[in-house]
């Protein structure tokens, strides 16, 4: 399976993003995923994860309440919707595996948000 992330930007705090993942292969509706966030020189950390089914969600609780995570099997793609962004929220964003429930996929690039004040 391959990653591609998308959707990244520059944006305003407060404002709004939605980061796209497009996975090829037909795997990527087995598996539960999640969304990371890396801030060199901390690893990335899982900050959103949804069920294989999409039935089930859970959040970093720095982003609950703010962040969406959705996906599309049918489409191979997973989502993040990101409101009311802090300049905390600022790193490459990657979609994988969630971390314990089965082997990683290659990292994609990563998608970079930055959130100014």
Known sequence: VQLVESGGGRVQAGGSLRLSC????STFRSNDMGW???TPPRQRELVAAITRDGGSTHYADSVKGRFTISR???KNMMYLEMNSLKPEDTGEYYCNVEAGTGRFYAWGQGTPVTVYP
């Open 22 to 25: 497009a996975a090829s292969g």
């Open 36 to 38: 990371y966030r890396a």
């Open 72 to 74: 599309d099997n049918a």
